[in-house]
């Protein structure tokens, strides 16, 4: 079963915890996004990569990480230092860039209690 | 920096009405330009893209360079499209892809 896969699809977190969300995917695409969905604000980009050991801050980097190690994986922590870490989280490859399609993940909602 | 902007959160029609979704961006190049839906409990996918000039489920999009549009438009609605529509940008370095907020569709019977 090709495609993208995001995990775990909800997570739960206590303030002041980092937590890593992982997104995984097969179609041997070098380019990885994150995105930050929230009502009203359409899609943020957090952080994105065009290659392996290479990656990039989006808009709203401020308080995430990333790495890029494989190809296949793309994983996002969201660390204490981000304020408001609720959120559902998006993320995307593409074959590469520019007039490509973005395949997306099921997403992870990130509930911090 | 590049930057896509859609005015309407919400846009309702009657089934077989004509409606326009809009999308203007900010970007100094020449972009790449496409539009993503969102159905319910779906994932996010592509709907078309400008490079293609295609027709997807009925829809169309002219990218207006003058206006920094693309506008996205189909002649007569189905109850089968309602969903949320993005428009994105991408440079022609592919160092950003960024979306707008997002318009939602409904489509009354």
């Known amino acids: 079963d090709g495609g993208i896969t995001q995990s775990p699809k909800y997570l739960f977190r206590k303030e002041g915890q980092n937590v890593t969300l992982s997104c995984e995917q097969n179609?041997?695409?070098?380019?990885m996004y994150w995105y930050r969905q929230d009502p009203g604000q359409g899609l943020r980009l957090i952080y994105y990569s065009q290659i392996v050991n290479d990656f990039q801050k989006g808009d709203i980097a401020e308080g995430y990480s990333v790495s890029r190690e494989k190809k296949e994986s793309f994983p996002l922590t969201v660390t204490s230092a981000q304020k408001n870490p609720t959120a559902f989280y998006l993320c995307?490859?593409?074959?590469?860039?520019?007039?490509?399609?973005?395949?997306f993940g099921q997403g992870t909602r990130l509930t911090v209690v | 920096a590049q930057r896509v902007t859609q005015p309407e959160k919400l846009l309702s029609v009657f089934k077989g009405a004509p409606v326009e979704l809009k999308c203007n961006y900010s970007?100094?190049?020449?972009?790449?330009l496409f539009w993503y839906v969102q159905y319910s409990r779906q994932r996010l996918q592509l709907l078309l893209r400008?490079?293609s000039r295609e027709s997807i489920k009925g829809f169309t999009a002219d990218l207006n360079k003058g206006e920094t549009s693309f506008h996205l438009k189909k002649p007569f609605a189905q109850e089968e499209d309602s969903a949320m529509y993005y428009c994105?940008?991408?440079?022609?370095?592919?160092?950003?892809?960024?979306f707008g907020p997002g318009t939602r569709l409904s489509v009354l019977p």
């Open positions: 994105a940008l991408d440079n022609n370095y592919g160092q950003n892809f960024v």
């Open positions: 400008h490079i």
């Open positions: 970007y100094s190049g020449s972009p790449e």
């Open positions: 995307a490859s593409r074959r590469s860039r520019g007039n490509t399609e973005a395949f």
């Open positions: 179609l041997n695409h070098d380019a």
